[in-house]
């Protein structure tokens, strides 16, 4: 199956913290959109690898995504090896999206980083045909995405563009709030968080309202890019 768009998170719940306003957008508007978690998030302090599982299904449902896999990379251990930058050649080969989004180069967990580099080089490498990667023993295509765009997770940066999510808000927070064991929970008797705190799904909304305050939204989320980005003469109106 051909994707429109592939985001790429270290952990399930990545994607929808960072972009799930965006994904909702995209969805509603029939494009195909496909997550891929790198880990399992299995050194949670929360929950499990087998409930996080049956949490990203869920949350792909609120979203509408067309396609969720998870490419089973050890928690807390992505590297940038040649094993894991394989499988995300692999990823896509298999779905050839236009456009790609992983997080930022900079940001307070270490798997973010190492994801986002892995992504990045993965991008460029796919496209090269000397690089030979097999689905079920055929060999794949050489594709290279048209675009690669990063999203915000904790540490901030000078945005290259916005997205409305006004109308998408109230999908993004329920596809969070679908990771029942990772986040705010009165009943929950497992250990607090920096994100089981409800300040931290304050902190979501809040930034979601700053973004869209600066384009004249109610609600918006940021995006950096290393190349440019054409502007439209219609998105000028």
């Not at 998170?9 to 494009?31: V, W, Y």
């Not at 079920?136 to 765009?149: A, C, D, T």
């Not at 993004?172 to 409800?198: G, H, L, N, W």
Request: hydrophobic share 35%; with cysteine; net charge neutral.
């Amino acid at each position: 199956m051909n994707l429109d768009v592939l985001v790429f998170g270290a952990h399930p719940d990545d994607a929808e913290l960072a972009m799930g306003g965006t994904i909702a957008k995209l969805t509603s508007a029939n494009f195909r959109i496909g997550i891929i978690d790198l880990s399992r998030g299995e050194l949670g302090t929360r929950g499990s690898a087998e409930t996080r599982q049956k949490e990203a299904f869920h949350a792909g449902i609120i979203l509408k995504i067309s396609q969720r896999e998870n490419l089973s990379i050890p928690d807390g251990d992505i590297q940038k090896n040649k094993e894991n930058l394989t499988k995300i050649i692999m990823c896509l080969r298999k779905y050839r999206p236009r456009i790609v989004f992983a997080p930022y180069k900079n940001d307070r967990h270490p798997d973010h980083v190492a994801t986002s580099r892995l992504v990045k080089e993965a991008c460029f490498f796919a496209g090269l045909p000397k690089i030979k990667t097999f689905e079920k023993e055929i060999l794949q295509s050489p594709y290279r995405p048209s675009k690669l765009y990063y999203f915000m997770q904790t540490y901030t940066f000078e945005p290259d563009f916005i997205v409305d999510i006004t109308d998408n808000f109230s999908t993004k927070m329920e596809s969070i709030k679908a990771y029942s064991t990772q986040f705010y929970d009165p009943k929950s008797t497992e250990p607090e968080t920096f994100i089981s705190r409800p300040e931290f799904l304050d902190f979501i909304e809040s930034r979601a309202n700053f973004y869209g305050f600066k384009i004249g939204k109610k609600y918006a989320e940021p995006f950096a890019t290393e190349g440019d980005v054409e502007l439209k003469v219609e998105s000028l109106f």
